[in-house]
Nanobody
Framework: VQLQASGGGLVQAGDSLRLSCEAS????????MGWFRQAPGKEREFVAA????????YFTDSVKGRLTISRDNAKNTVYLQMNSLKPEDTAVYYC???????????????WGQGTQVTVSS
């Protein structure tokens, strides 16, 4: 599976962005898809995930209520809709294909290349 993330950009606080991650490969539907982010000088952190059936989604506490995740298996694409963006959301966002269980992301099989999101105050 190869992952191509897009949709990042420079926005102002309070604005919205939608990130997309297009996957190639027939096994896309086998994976839980996730989004991670890495701010300068910080470790990469989990942001959100969605199961292959889109029946369940998970979010880190700092984004709950502002971000939503969805997927279109027919298009092999997962989306991260980001609303009410804050300067602390500034980071490189990565999509990932992997596994989620027990309220935690358990492992990543594939990473996308990252897309920069910058939120100005």
């Amino acid at each position: 599976v190869q992952l191509q993330a897009s949709g990042g950009g420079l926005v102002q606080a309070g604005d919205s962005l939608r990130l997309s991650c297009e996957a190639s490969g027939r096994t896309f539907r086998s994976y839980t898809m996730g989004w991670f982010r890495q701010a300068p000088g910080k470790e990469r952190e989990f942001v959100a995930a969605i199961t292959w059936s889109a029946g369940s989604s998970y979010f880190t506490d700092s984004v709950k209520g502002r971000l939503t995740i969805s997927r279109d298996n027919a298009k092999n694409t997962v989306y991260l809709q980001m609303n009410s963006l804050k300067p602390e959301d500034t980071a490189v966002y990565y999509c990932a294909a992997g596994y989620y269980s027990g309220s935690s992301w358990r492992g990543t099989s594939f990473w996308g290349q990252g897309t920069q999101v910058t939120v100005s105050s």
